[in-house]
Structures are given as C-alpha cells and as structure tokens.
C-alpha cells in the first residue's frame, strides 16, 4: 500500500498533471504519482486543495484527517464506495457467528501476544514470563466457551494486564520506562508511542475495509456504534502485538528515537512531537515495505497481511459457515 503522509505543519498538497506535490512555504517538499497513491494522511494543520481533492476522488483515493496526535477526525471517500449490499450480509450475521468470531479474534490476539513475548525471552535468558504465560494460556483456554461478548472481553482485558505488566522488561534503554498501558491521555513516552502506531494501523486498516466494500461500522468483537468503525476496531486486536508492539521495542531499543527531545507533555500526558512523528512513521513504513513470505508464489509487502486479513473477512460475511481464521505468528 502506498500512503502519502503529511505530517510536518504547515503544508499543503497540490495538484499538477498527475502529480500530488506537497509544498511549504513555496517550496517543493515531496512528488508523488497519483496512480501510485492508495491513501492520503493528513495530520494537523495541513492543507489540500479543492482540485487534489477532486482528483483522489475521482480515483477512489480516501483522505483522513488526523490530529497531530493521530485521532483520526473523519474521512474524504467517493461516493461509488458504497458498502450497502455487504453491509446487508454483515447484519444478517447470527448471534452465534458473531460470538465465534469474536473469540477467534481475541484468542489470535492471546496467542500473538504469548509468541511475542516468547521471542524476547528466547533471546534473553535474564527474562522469565512463565506467570505470564501460565495467565495467557488460562486465558485462551477459556475464551473457548465464553457465552456473550462481555465475557470475551472480560478475557481479553485480563490477558493484556498480565501482557503489558512484564511489556516493560523487553526494554533495554534506559531512557524509556514502561510500567502499564496508559491510553487516553498516553501517562509517558512508550505509551505515546504505542497509541501512536495503533491509530496509525487502525486508519490502515479503515481504508482497507472500505476498499473491500465491507461496511466498516458492523462489527462481530466490539459493539455497534454509528459513530465508530467497530469492524477496524476488531480487526486490529490480532495486528497490535505483531506489527506495533513488535516496532515500537525495535526503534526504542535500537535508539532510533529519542526519549525526550522527540516527544511533548501537555493536557495531562505525552505525545510524540513532529520529530518523533516524522521518525516513526519512517520506521513504519520501512517495516510495513518489508518483502515477507506471505503464502503467495513471490515474497509481498507485508502490507499485504493486512489485506489478506481483510480479505478473509469479506469471505467470512458471504458465507459464515466458513469461520474467520485470524492473523497468528509462530
């Protein structure tokens, strides 16, 4: 997939030919092909004309306006990307479809967190997660025969306190302490940095779901809500250990961000600034470009397990009896 990222403030995106060229101060920032572009990114106080606007929509392209933060406050979509007769099948969806897919999504979740977590320890004999494990194997054993939603995700809260009580030990920079998940506001640097990358990839996965024609505000895990896009919400929970978890130890550990200049303290909590923006996202598409063994004759991007994901959804809603297998590592 290729994103175009507008996230230093104070630009704007114009249209010349076939070009999106984004400008500051009169001066030619960046280039890029319309054909090549799939989704456009805009955080903070950036602009975009009326005739680049025209032109993504004319080629199916989404705009999402983001704050600096990353809270995503809408989308720009053309009108033909109409969801309505998968959306019919998505609420024809059973009860039971829905609670069964609801554990599935949150036992890969379970599992993914546990190899995650595995893979440090493997690599580090200094570490010991065994209660850690004993709680997320209970965890995934159970899910197996919740009854109702709350329950599983009752199930699921319980597995990340356990995940994100020990999540601090797979840091080595002492630069960074990590105790608990703290999200609205982020309580310190790697909590701004994992709500960062988690908005980031639930935006991906947004627009993946809208490209698909599924509606993304029926869900199966998280309630319905007009207001919210559940389906990407539920889609996320395997990603978030693999893709952002995994990255955001990477660039801590690596020193690849720094762990103050890059970040800011305001309203109550901490944010990544345009620096610390700028040097994760460069890491994450670095990561997201990767050419990986996804089961397909050639490697792909590893964009491509969103898609497939996705994909396995929108196979899912046609035809129910098939189950929805998630995303899971070894």
């Known amino acids: 997939m290729n994103t175009l990222y507008l996230s230093a403030q104070g630009c704007y995106l114009c249209l010349e030919k076939d070009l999106l060229i984004v400008k500051k101060n009169n001066q030619v920032l960046n280039k890029v092909q319309l054909p090549l572009i799939e989704q456009v990114l805009i955080f903070g106080k950036s602009q975009i004309t009326t005739q680049a606007i025209r032109a993504c929509l004319w080629r199916n392209i989404p705009i999402v306006y983001l704050s600096r933060m990353g809270y995503c406050y809408g989308r720009i979509i053309a009108i ?7 959306s019919r099948y998505q609420q024809q969806l059973t009860f039971t479809d829905k609670l069964i897919t609801a554990r599935t999504i949150i036992k890969g979740k379970l599992i993914n967190q546990k190899v995650i977590l595995q893979r440090r320890q493997k690599s580090n004999d200094n570490l010991d997660f065994s209660q850690c494990f004993n709680i997320l194997n209970y965890l995934i054993d159970k899910i197996n025969s919740a009854e109702n939603i709350e329950k599983i995700m009752g199930y699921e809260g319980a597995g990340a306190s356990a995940y994100f009580s020990v999540f601090g030990q797979c840091i080595n920079n002492p630069n ?11 309580g310190n640097a790697v909590n701004a940095l994992l709500s960062f990358g988690y908005q980031i990839l639930w935006n991906h996965l947004l627009s993946l779901i809208e490209l698909q024609n599924l509606d993304p505000y029926y869900g199966c895990l998280h309630q319905n ?18 893709l952002i978890d995994s990255l955001v130890l990477y660039i801590i550990n690596r020193n690849l961000i720094h762990g103050v200049d890059d970040f800011t303290y305001k309203n109550g909590g901490c ?3 345009n620096n610390g923006r700028k040097k994760f996202l460069s890491s994450f598409l670095q990561r997201m470009e990767e050419l990986i063994d996804t089961g397909k004759e050639q490697k792909q991007p590893r964009w491509d397990l ?14 129910p009896i098939l189950g929805y297998q998630p995303y899971q590592i070894r």
């Open 80 to 86: 033909e990307r109409g969801y309505r007769q998968l």
């Open 306 to 319: 969103l898609v497939r994901q996705v994909k396995r959804y929108k196979d899912f809603v046609y035809n």
């Open 225 to 242: 809500n007009p207001s919210h896009a559940t389906l990407a919400s539920d889609l996320i929970e395997e990603f978030r250990s693999p």
């Open 271 to 273: 944010y990544l600034n």
């Open 176 to 186: 960074f302490i990590f105790y608990a998940r703290s999200r609205r506001p982020p």
